[in-house]
DNA sequence: ACGTACATGAGAACCATTATCAGTTACCTC
DNA sequence: GAGGTAACTGATAATGGTTCTCATGTACGT
């Protein structure tokens, strides 16, 4: 039988999957599956809608990405450092900085652990104007 | 001319409205505008999904319910104090708790203050599981 | 080079939400 | 209490992001 880890081989190089890992890598804010789309098309790149939505949602699985939720309630896309963090995002630019910061895991645990709740994760995010686009 | 508040004035008391308002006063958690609709429904009080939809948004507007955007992506309503706080949610029941916490505020405007970051909002969500539904 | 399990993509389906618009009604005024 | 009107309602269509279908294509181990 197959060890352990079964399943979880690696994905095939396709030029759909490394054009869609590219853009992300060189795009510093979050982005939606629908602007990723329309960039590469833009650039001369044909890759299905269908398949973008499939390649970030493989990233995301992976742990390559981070995802948050935009007002409108698209999902944005985000190539991100591995360890837990959270997110300061320009709503101008969408220039993104992470944020490690213990302090705020700590609140978090303790506000779960005072009401006696368990299995606790959360969800921070921060909003604001960056200097660059306040003027 | 009217006064500097104008447009402003008292909804009009209607059977669909109070019946809706009624619902969201009794509902204790979070809950979608479908599940306000169905429970109607099942409670033998017909109201048009589109006027559910408009009544929560008014409400909203008014600042008499809070919302929250689930991992479904579908927005979910509940009745909240009104001023400003987060929520502490159970993922199985949906009991909520409102956690009224200056530490968590500061510590966002100073994350952002340092990163030069200028109007500043956040979203903060604590979810686990409730000591009622861990058993 | 072959075979096949995996990947792709055009289009349909899905589903929450919003827009239309003709008919209804709360409520102000007389 | 009757009338007028702006606000409200709801069946239905439209919207828009996301997921599903399935016939076709292809990366890659052999
Ligand atoms: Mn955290
Ligand atoms: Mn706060
Ligand atoms: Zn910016
Ligand atoms: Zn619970």
Redesign the pocket.
């Known amino acids: 039988m197959s060890p352990a880890g079964a399943?979880r081989?690696?994905?095939?190089?396709?030029?759909?999957?490394q054009a869609v890992a590219d853009l992300l890598a060189a795009h510093p804010g979050f982005i939606?599956?629908?602007r990723v789309h329309s960039l590469l098309a833009e650039g001369g790149i044909?890759?299905?809608?269908?398949?973008?939505?499939?390649?970030?949602?493989?990233m995301v699985a992976g742990g390559e990405l981070d995802t948050i939720?935009a007002e409108?309630?698209?999902?944005l896309y985000r190539r991100c450092s591995a360890d837990h963090h959270h997110h300061l995002v320009c709503r101008r630019c969408g220039t993104t900085v992470e944020v490690h910061d213990p302090q705020v895991e700590s609140w978090a645990d303790g506000v779960a652990r005072a009401h006696g709740f368990a299995d606790v994760n959360h969800r921070v995010e921060v909003m604001g104007v960056c200097r660059a686009c306040a003027l």
């Open positions: 399943g081989r690696t994905p095939r190089r396709t030029r759909q999957r939606s599956a629908q044909e890759v299905g809608l269908a398949t973008v939505y499939r390649c970030l949602a493989q939720v409108s309630a698209e999902v």
